[in-house]
């Protein structure tokens, strides 16, 4: 864990590789639900020739965004927000790359892959921030709760200092 924290740019790299993955991994889910478990080869072959436009869309709109700039371990609802926004913009690039470039995909299957990668890219982040090892473990006792309020990415900075 300690060693994520000093290499910030391998966590990133395995964040982009983790949400190619999930984005390929919810886009064979949309086509699965499309044709109700069964797809024909000829659209699965159609998936995979326009994937790369998908993949394109979704990382750029994701590291455009800032979503690998997001320190997840103190993200909240603006965070989750900004993730949704980004997933829809992406959709909307799909959505016109699919009609001015012919890439012959349905309309709801690009929509489900916004749906289901936003759902599975959001859970992964908030399921890291569950089980992360820096949690306090057991009850709080006589822990006195602080709220930093206005502080960001500052704040967050100087707690990570402070714990060191």
Known sequence: MKWFQEHMWMRKIGMFLL??????????????????????????????????????????CYTVGGVYQI?????????????????????GITLAANQFLNLGLFRGVLILIALIGTLAIGGVRMFWRVCSKDRIPGGLGDAMPVMIVGAGEAGAYAVNICNK
């Open 19 to 60: 949400d190619l993955v999930l984005i390929t991994i919810s886009a064979y889910l949309s086509m699965e639900l499309r044709f109700e478990m069964f797809v024909p080869q000829r659209h699965m072959k159609t998936l995979m020739q326009a994937m790369p436009v998908i993949w394109c869309a979704y990382m750029a």
């Open 71 to 91: 320190m997840w371990r103190y993200a909240g609802v603006r965070d989750t927000a900004r993730l949704c926004l980004l997933s829809g913009i992406a959709c």
